[in-house]
Structure formats: C-alpha cells, structure tokens
C-alpha cells in the first residue's frame, strides 16, 4: 500500500490503536478526538436499545475524516457524542485533552461554545436574523463584545465568500449561500474541530461540490474536519472514512482504500448523482 | 451572555413579530391603562378638594375655631350630630381670652355670617348672599384684596358703620354696569354702603365663591347672623408657621377647655377646625378609592399575565429548533432561561409603557371633555411600569424554564 499525496498527516493505524489502548490517560496534545470504547443505550419505553456498543476512535488535529454507515449503524449517536451534546453510559471521550465524558450540562455548552463547529443537514439559522447576526451567535454566548464580534463575524463571511451578503436574511440565500453562512458560523469561534453532519443532504450535486470544495479548502489550511454522512461519494472527498455497523467500528481506513474498496470512479473531480 | 445582549434579542424578536406581540401586549396595556387612569380621577378629585376647594375655605397655617366643623364629608354619624347639635355656640365675650394666649405674630379674626337677602334699586331683583361680619385681619389671613374702592378703616370695624364689601357676583347683579362704589345697597333692608369690590376667588363644583358681601361684624346686619347678636361663627387663627400652629392650637384649646369648665377627661366641646382635619374623611375615602382603582385593573393584568404566559409557551414550542441551536452553539440553560423571561419582562414593560401612554391620555381626555379634575400620580406611573414587568417575569417564569430544560438533540431535530 503506498501513500498519496492526500494521505499525509493521516495517523496510522498503529498510532490509533496505542493512543486508544490506555485508559484513564491525558492523550498527547496533537489528538483532537480520542474515544475510548464508547457506549451509549436509550431506554426506549423499557426496551433497551444499544446504539453504540464501545466504539474506539481516534482523530489527530488536521484530520478530515467522514464517519458512514447505514442508518440504525449508531453514526448520529457518535456524531452526537463528538459534539458533546450527548454523554455517554460508558467509556471515556477526550476531546483536545479534556475528559468531555465527565463534565455537566453547563461545562458541555461551554465545551461546544469553544470547541465545536457545527454544521447541520438542514442548516439551522435563525430565519429573521441576518446572515452577519447568525454567525455572530456564537460569540454572543462566549461573551466577545459586539464590536469584536462584528468584525469576526465579517471575516468568517469574507472566508467563504459572503461578504456581500452580510445583511442578507436566509430566505434571501440559496441553499449554497445558507450552508456557507453556516459554515461561517462554525468558524467564527475558531473551534477544534468543524463538525458536520450530512451538510449536503439538503443540496443538490453542483451546490454539494462547492460546498466540498469549501471544506477541502479548510482541511488544507489545517482545520481538523469531521464530517458524518451516508453517501459513499461525499465520504470519499474526506482522507480519511470511518464505517459504523451495528454501534461499532467496521472499518477505519484512508480514502484510496475506501474509494477502491466502495467502488467510487471520481471521487475528488466530480461526484455522480442518480 | 449579559443582561443588555437580552434584552437586544427580546426587542428584535417583538419587532419581528409586530402583530403577535402586539395582541400578547394587550392585557397587560389595558390593565395598566386602567390603573393609571383610575388612580388619576382619585388623585385629581384629592388635589381639587385640597387646593381648591378647602385650600379657598381654610387659608394657610391656620384653623378655625367653632363650636362645631363647618365642612362635613358625609363621616358624621347620627351620634356625633346629636353631639354637635346640643353644643353651646361660640360667644363674643369668650374671643378676647383667647386673644391673650395667641403668640406674637399670630393673625386672627372674629366671623359670623349667614345667607341674606341684599338689594339695589339699579335692578336686579333681591338676590341671597353670603353676607361674612368680619373682625380683626380676616383680609390679611385669606390674603383678599379689593380691586376696586378699599377695605374697612379700624372706625368703621370700631363703630359697626354700615359699609360693605361687595364680591364680583353681586356687582353684576345687583349693579349691572354700574359703578358700584359709593352707591347704596340693602341686607335684609338695611341700608348699607357699597367701598369696595374684591378680586374673584374663584368657585368649586360650581359653586361661585364670588356671591358674597363683608361688613364690619358690629354693623347693624348682626342682628340677622345668629339667634342672638352675640353669637359668633368663628374665630379664624393664623400661625406665621406650620411648627407654631400645633403650640397655638393647644393653647386655644386648652383656653376654651378653661372657659366651658370641662373636667380633665371630658371631650372638647367646641372643634379646632384645620385644612387636614377637613380633608380627614377625604383622606381615608382616598385610600379606599385608590386600593379599588389598583384592585379592579388588576384583574386585567392577570388576564394579561395568562395570555403572556400563553404566547410564551407558544414560541417555546415554535423556537424549539431555535433552542436546540442556541444550545449547540453554546448557550447554556441559564442563557436560555434568561433569553425567555427577559423577553416575557420585555413584553410586558412594552405593554405596560403602552398602557402608560394611553392611560395618561385618558386622563387628559377626561380632563378636557369631562369635569373630572384628573390628575395623573407619579407613582402609579412607576408602579405600573413595574407591575407591567413584573407580570412579564411572573409568566415568564414557566415557559423559560421549560426551554431551558430542552434536550438540545431532541431541539435539533425539530423543524
């Protein structure tokens, strides 16, 4: 197996398994995920249901890596666990050093405020506010004043190409634009990691490519991306693509691999649709 | 997230959301409306009676002295009125003992008076007047003054000449575009001389205080005051202060105690009659009217307080992606709870700014079109401001405890 150029920065198979290994320790500081068989159950009206059965996963800083499976696989619980809004029943998950599986409501809010950019599927911004006062959010709850937040928040636009559209409410955007505020949103708080789930499943395939272009771009600038989705194709633009089955881990591998394996033809140029 | 950020949101959502706010404003407007309005007849009724009418009867720093109170607000029992009617009346030789125990610098003057029958031959027929026989510095104490001719000289006061002085509503009936001075008019059909006009005072509740005529108390007219010519009304005391007026009022009092021979323990058998014990019963209906005017629009604000807490329960459901966002974005509960009932208090102080607003108008419109002598209160102004919000909060309180309560996942997943 040889390395492609998309390949560094990548950790290793062996790197993986020996930070996930010892429980109970601080993992060194370039591991911005480390999940160390991670459970969660529901009660649902008595019956038990186990979503995810002790999932290891470790993702090193700059990392840009899907998480797929088929739904019921346990990849929005993960999702939900990695963005701390969710604690899990068993097993530790530190997220850039800290033990998130321990810390209480307010501690997690703090944690997301810092640490995590979200992206959702259907994009969630607030309908009457602008797309400059969307992206501002975030800041409002990490207590910046406001005209450091104005300035923030403009770059962030100006970062993905919004800067004429400051003042544009969401129903004034397309389904691009609304996604690219709200990955302006994600990036305004400078977090950890951005964290997206199915953030082209409302878009159609030439919007989808921008917006993978948007996070590819981001990647290389260094910014570690998680991105949970069940389309093979978009999984294949991340390097690195972790398959769920049944609350567990089936397959933790690069892209050349997943693509060759999935049978994907132009992962990276052009994605096919139907 | 701090208090100021709060309260941008709450205002930016009301402003967003005009009609809905608006309707959710309405009770909480209209209780406030009510309040304001209600407390400002209250008030306005309780400046008229002290400024206007006992104001004009009962001159500054001073108090009448009579055998019983002359302005009644419907307080007396049938008791006390039994009381008052078998009560001896004030007589002149009881005036210069309590003349000695006055301080220096107190005013006094001696009254007695009585609705008569006055008459000129420049047309007119005979009209009723209150004809006042004054003595000592009655002019002085209610600060009266002629605008035309001039008052008493001491000889006149001294010899009882029949002279009189005449108010502006006797002038204009009794002397229709006449000069009146020096011109002869008659009481009861004696023959008296008009020296004198005075300035108008005024009326209340329609009631003209210009029907009225001043001779020197020993003219001739005397005879027709009281039973007998040597009854007195009144002796009316003016202090140079408020501080000095308790002193002189106890030694009045305890003057007359002297001279009626009460025994220690027995009631005053004549009143000491001053602006404040005039206005007693007023006082008392005042708080009576106000707890009504505050009771009855209250039940406005309760009506108000539910459909607040209604409509907020009703944007918790509909925002609840909303929270789920501001959640996952990093508010945390008190963020959210705080976002709410700020926005509850919000609505609430707006209704209640709103309610002000039109209360005040009210007031004013009542002012103008009714004979309501409204005045607004200062104080209801500010309590209702604050009731206003303090309903906001109250019915804030559930539906922001039940956002802040949300499960971000569960919000999230809400479209």
Same mark, same amino acid.
């Given at each position: 197996m040889t390395d492609t !150029? %998309? %390949? !560094?920065?990548i950790s290793t198979t062996g790197e993986r398994r020996a930070v996930v290994a010892t429980p109970g320790t601080t993992p060194e500081q370039d591991w911005v995920i480390v999940a160390r068989g991670l459970k969660r159950e529901y009660d649902m009206g008595g019956e038990i249901v186990r979503a995810l059965q002790g999932v290891d996963l470790a993702i090193r800083k700059n990392e840009y890596v899907a998480i797929m499976g088929p739904s019921g696989s346990g990849k929005s619980t993960l999702m939900n666990l990695i963005g701390c809004l969710d604690s899990p029943n068993g097993g530790e998950y530190w997220l850039n050093g800290m033990l998130v599986s321990a810390m209480s409501d307010d501690q997690l809010a703090r944690v997301r405020n810092r640490e995590i950019g979200f992206v959702f599927q259907t994009f969630n911004l607030l309908p009457r506010a602008t797309a400059l006062q969307n992206v501002e959010l975030p800041l409002v709850y990490a207590g910046i004043p406001a005209d450091e937040r104005k300035r923030r928040a403009t770059a962030a636009l100006d970062s993905v190409q919004l800067g004429p559209r400051l003042h544009h409410r969401p129903n004034e955007l397309s389904g691009g634009q609304r996604q690219r505020v709200a990955i302006a949103r994600a990036l305004v708080n400078r977090p950890s990691i951005l964290l997206a789930d199915e953030p082209t499943g409302n878009l159609d395939s030439t919007t989808s490519q921008e917006i993978m272009r948007v996070f590819e771009e981001l990647s290389s600038q260094g910014q570690t991306v998680v991105m949970v989705t069940h389309e093979p194709d978009i999984a294949a633009h991340a390097r690195r693509v972790v398959v769920l089955r049944d609350g567990l881990v089936e397959s933790d591998e690069r892209r050349a691999r997943f693509v060759d394996r999935v049978g994907i033809q132009h992962s990276t140029t052009k994605v096919a649709h139907d | 997230m701090n208090p100021l950020e709060a309260v941008r949101l709450a205002l930016d959502t009301i402003r967003t959301q005009k009609l809905k706010s608006a309707f959710t404003l309405m009770g909480v407007c209209i209780g406030v409306m009510f309040l304001i309005a209600v407390v400002s007849i209250v008030n306005g009724m309780g400046v008229y009676l002290k400024d206007d009418l006992v104001g004009k009867l009962i001159a500054i720093n001073s108090f009448e002295l009579r055998h019983r109170p002359n302005i009644n607000m419907g307080d007396t029992d049938e008791a006390t009125w039994r009381e008052y009617q078998r009560r001896q009346r004030l007589r002149d030789h009881e005036v210069p003992a309590v003349v000695d125990v006055l301080p220096q610098g107190t005013r006094y003057a001696v009254i007695a008076d009585n609705n008569l029958t006055m008459s000129s031959q420049y047309g007119g027929g005979p009209r009723r007047v209150q004809v006042v026989g004054v003595e000592g510095q009655y002019f002085e104490i209610k600060s009266l003054e002629v605008t035309e001719g001039r008052l008493f000289s001491p000889q006149e006061y001294v010899l009882g000449s029949p002279v009189v002085v005449i108010g502006p509503d006797v002038v204009e009936r009794l002397f229709p575009n006449l000069n009146p001075i020096d011109r002869e008019v008659r009481i009861n059909g004696l023959p008296y001389r008009v020296i004198g006009v005075t300035e108008s005072q005024g009326s209340a509740f329609g009631i003209s205080f210009d029907n009225v005529a001043y001779v020197p108390l020993q003219a001739p007219a005397r005879r027709y005051f009281n039973a007998s010519p040597s009854m007195i009304d009144a002796v009316m005391i003016q202090s140079p202060s408020e501080a000095e007026l308790t002193e002189t009022m106890e030694r009045v009092r305890q003057v007359m105690r002297v001279q009626h021979q009460l025994r220690p323990g027995q009631k005053d058998d004549f009143a000491l009659q001053t602006a404040d014990s005039a206005l007693e019963f007023w006082n008392k209906l005042q708080g009576y009217l106000v707890l009504a005017g505050v009771a009855l629009p209250a039940f406005g604000l309760v009506v108000g307080a539910i459909v607040i807490m209604n409509i907020m329960l009703v944007a918790v459901a509909e925002r609840t992606s909303e929270i789920g966002l501001r959640k996952a974005l990093g508010a945390r509960r008190r963020d959210v709870l705080a976002q709410f009932l700020v926005e509850a208090s919000t609505l609430g102080a707006v209704g209640a700014a709103c309610g002000v607003a039109l209360g005040v108008l009210l007031a004013i419109i009542m002012r103008t079109v009714t004979p309501l002598p409204t005045v607004v209160a200062p104080w209801s102004v500010v309590v209702g401001v604050l009731v206003g919000a303090g309903v906001g909060i109250i019915s804030g309180v559930y539906p922001a405890s039940r956002a802040s309560r949300l499960d971000p996942i569960t919000a999230l997943r809400q479209e």
């Open positions: !150029i %998309d %390949d !560094i920065g | -």
